[in-house]
């Protein structure tokens, strides 16, 4: 996958001005760092489709494997993860089953309530996926540092 091609211009100073008022470098870093943002986002979303997933579902995987138990996540945890509803995560979670991407079982502790676990091809999607990650961000990081930099310098 080729990389996205990113400026690294210094951001303008973020320096608190005297009143704390907005001033056009502070405008100038949120534009930067927005940018920053949605470059990662558009590189996230064709990596998932490369990898023959939706963006939703290469979400749903990390949160399943980066922010749940170890013994799985419950629905209510993915909805909550990804900021979506309940019954939307539902969905998600059925035909993610059907891919064989996760897998359901009963919570040995509530067997009223489901966990999902990554499946061996859902870690591994997730696994090759997340390498390519960690390298945008390795790439993106120095302009990231600089923007953020500036906002730490506005915030003191």
Do not use: C, N, W
């Not at 969905?91 to 919570?107: C, F, N, P, S, T």
């Not at 999607?125 to 390298?135: A, E, F, Q, T």
Request: hydrophobic share 45%; net charge positive; aromatic share 4%.
């Amino acid at each position: 996958m080729a990389r996205s091609k990113r400026k690294t211009t210094r951001p303008a100073s973020a320096a608190p001005s005297k009143d704390g008022a907005m001033r056009e470098a502070d405008y100038a870093a949120l534009a930067k760092f927005r940018y920053q943002l949605r470059t990662f986002l558009a590189f996230s979303e064709a990596a998932a489709q490369s990898a023959g997933l939706t963006p939703q579902q290469h979400q749903a995987l990390l949160a399943i494997k980066g922010l749940a138990d170890p013994d799985g996540a419950s629905v209510g945890d993915i909805a909550r993860f990804l900021l979506i509803r309940h019954h939307t995560a539902v969905g998600l979670v059925d035909r993610m089953v059907k891919l064989e991407l996760i897998g359901r079982k009963a919570d040995p502790e509530d067997a009223r309530r489901v966990l999902v676990k990554l499946t061996a091809k859902g870690e591994q999607k997730l696994r090759s996926l997340s390498r390519i990650h960690v390298d945008e961000l390795s790439a993106a990081a120095p302009a990231l540092g600089k923007i953020l930099r500036a906002f730490r310098a506005k915030a003191r």
